[in-house]
């Protein structure tokens, strides 16, 4: 009897996916339903929670450090999203050109920035951009008779130390992605465009960003998520997270702070819910800007 229901076509299905159906709840639903009920109490470790209803919601909208910290994310999130999908685009189909050559090079080392940590990558980049006369930046500015500048104690300045280092550490990973979308774009395409004269740009522009669109879209809501969700990279940068009038807080830095640093469980728990919101609102709009939601005919 078992193993006839072991080997049912019907059950086989619904056993393979028992794991991830195990895993989503305990390790999604689970935590978003105990984050959504502690953003209505008064959590403090060592005492008994206490319901306050809408207490935290409310203190959030009036909370300017917050709104800074949404504007951190936002902007960081938009200057990544400028560079972080073209480029890579640029990058993947110059590589995938067949007349390239040293590829596997190129991709190699694309890609390594990936696989250092982020604690050492943070670490380095803000010897890089530190004030002293002696850093890298600092002294490549030196050449050209620029005087020494605090990258980090300046908002824009920040901002660009932020992405620098996201965009070391991910354009590698997003040009795979796209790698891997232009190699299921026929050849038969492109000789075609060629034999009626099409040009280099016409080829890129008509043939393969469409065809591009289903990675680009993933890559676009990948890289909306980790904008918006970005923390360790600024803890690094600013070696802690208390930067020179909170140019650094991010969304998560801030939640870090009420929860961890400041033991405000409830209150942080209703800084997560609000950023899943934004987070879900963002890309469910552009994933229904772009028409992934139509049904096919």
Known sequence: M?????????????????????????FWVYPLGSSLSMSFQKVTLGQDAQWIGLDNYTKLMGDKTFFKAVANSAVYMVLTLLILIPFPMLFAVLINNKFMWGREFFKSSFFFPALTSVVVAGTIFRLMFGEMEGSMINSILGMFGIEPMKFLKSQ??????????????WT???????????????DDYYEAASIDGASAWQKFTRITMPLLKPTTIYVLTISIYAGLAMFI??????????????????????????????????YAAAVGIVLLAITMIINLSQLAFSGMFKKED
């Open 233 to 266: 990279e600024s803890m690094m940068l600013w070696n802690g997270n208390n930067s020179p009038k909170n140019i650094g807080l991010t969304i998560v830095a801030y939640l870090y702070r009420q929860g961890i640093e400041k033991n405000n469980l409830g």
């Open 2 to 26: 078992i193993k006839r229901f072991l080997y049912s076509q019907k059950v086989a299905p619904y056993v393979f996916v028992l794991p991830f159906i195990l895993v989503f709840l305990v």
């Open 172 to 186: 590698g990973v997003n040009m795979l992605y796209f790698l891997s979308g232009l190699k299921n774009i026929p």
């Open 156 to 169: 824009v300045t920040g901002y660009i130390a932020l992405v620098a280092l996201a965009t070391w550490r």
